[in-house]
């Protein structure tokens, strides 16, 4: 099945680099691009993309509403409270703009498969100098409210799956995961699922069997 992409940046020569490292691959079609969010909020509404690339993060929220898997955010460095807004208004990936043409093809991938995806360099960020960990005892609290169930569906999240593929590995509904992340981000005061995932990561929870 062929990935749709929708590119946004105002900058020429690097949609054209993007088009060009996208369209390499067979796998992955580039259905339109434009210099401005509100272009491609039509473009969005019109093709209902995979993915959308976007440099623009001002509309994230419709923008993710138009993509069926979700919204990568373009960023050239940014502050750590841009970083965390863009997170918090939705996008599901966040790549540097001079990322490579793999890394490139393997968060727009990711992304339209329904998981999160950060380059190396933002995640280590986030993880180092925001407060994703609030103090330990909270952090205790949190996961002794935690049920066996929900402790298998966070370690999932913080591996990228997608609620699909929980559901898949531990024989649940999608309504029943749902349900479970919902859950899991009150008890850990989480306002997303790549918060909690990053908390899951960080307290060292991959390395324990889920």
């Known amino acids: 099945m062929l990935t749709s992409v929708l590119l946004i940046d105002d900058e020429v020569l690097v949609r054209k680099g993007f088009r060009c490292g996208l369209e390499e691959a067979s796998d992955v079609v580039v259905v339109g691009e434009t210099a401005r969010v509100a272009d491609g909020l039509l473009l969005a509404q019109r093709h209902r993309p995979h993915v959308v690339l976007t440099a623009d993060v001002a509309d994230l929220a419709r923008l993710r509403a138009c993509a069926a898997g ?25 790549l540097l703009k001079r990322t490579s043409h793999e890394e490139l093809l393997a968060a727009v991938r990711a992304v339209a498969r329904g998981h999160a995806y950060l380059c190396a360099e933002m995640t280590g960020r986030l993880l180092d100098r925001f407060e994703i960990v609030p103090p330990s005892e909270e952090v205790d609290r949190g996961l002794g409210l935690l049920s066996d169930r929900e402790r298998q569906v966070l370690v999932r999240m913080a591996r990228g799956r997608s609620n699909d593929e929980i559901a898949r590995e531990l024989y649940l509904t999608c309504a029943t995961v749902k349900s479970h992340v919902s859950h899991i981000l009150a008890k850990l005061g989480q306002p997303n699922r790549m918060h909690a995932a990053l908390l899951a990561q960080r307290m060292g929870l991959l390395a324990r069997t889920g």
């Open 70 to 94: 979700g919204v990568i955010a373009l960023v050239v460095e940014g502050t750590d409270e841009q970083l965390h807004q863009v997170l918090s208004d939705g996008a599901r990936g966040l």
